[in-house]
Nanobody, 130 residues
């Protein structure tokens, strides 16, 4: 059973940077689509990025495009989210999720949003405040 553990959250000032990590255990991430989601207090969950672990293709929501970068490390069975130029509205719990559908490209799984994700981490809190 694939398990995901996020880390790297914390308090950062506006304009600052943070790097989130998502480490997988129990299974390799090969052929999975890996996503980062976030949920701010009182708001709905928002998908912000998705990556095909085998081909490295990445997709970003407009709200983070140009500021956030998702990457992977095959040797560590991990993905990362480098966040720069952080804004107070980026404050949220950030979740890592993974999904795989036999016969489907990871691009398709990414496009399914949360319905394409089979495994979720417990989240890490990011607070952007002065």
């Amino acid at each position: 059973q694939l398990q995901l553990v996020e880390s790297g959250g914390g308090l950062v000032q506006p304009g600052g940077s943070l790097r989130l990590s998502c480490v997988a255990s129990g299974s390799t991430l090969d052929y999975y689509a890996i996503s980062w989601y976030r949920q701010a207090p009182g708001q709905e969950r928002e998908g912000i990025s998705c990556l095909g672990y085998s081909d490295g293709k990445t997709y970003y929501a407009d709200s983070v495009k140009g500021r956030f970068t998702m990457s992977r490390d095959a040797g560590k069975n991990s993905v990362y989210l480098q966040m720069t130029n952080l804004k107070p509205e980026d404050t949220a719990v950030y979740y890592c999720a993974a999904g795989r559908r036999p016969g489907e490209e990871t691009e398709t799984v990414c496009a399914l949003g949360p319905y394409g994700m089979n495994h979720w981490g417990k989240g890490t809190l990011v607070t952007v405040s002065s």
